[in-house]
C-alpha cells in the first residue's frame, strides 16, 4: 500500500530529516520524492510505502499533520488511490 505525502511552507533547515525520520521510525519507506524552493518557500512531495508501516493509514495521517504543526508546515498524508481519483478529470 502506497500514500502521498506533501509538506508545504516558509523554507527552513532539517524539513527533509525531521519528515525523513518520523517516516522512517513509522516503518514507512520513501520510495520517490521530488523538492523544490520557491522563493522562501518549500514544497515536497513523496511516494511511501506504508504495507508494513507500524500503525494504520488514518493514524500515520494525523500524526503527519501534528508534526507540521510542530515544525511549522502543512503536511498531509492520504492513500495514493484518493489522492489520484482526486487529481483526474
Known sequence: MRAVVTVTGKDKKGIIAKI???LSEKGANIQD???TILGEYFAMIMIVDISAATEELSTLAGECAKLGKEIGMSVYMQH???FNAMHTV
Do not use: V
Open 80 to 82: 495514493e488511490d484518493i
Open 20 to 22: 525523513s525520520a518520523f
Open 33 to 35: 520524492i521530488s523538492q
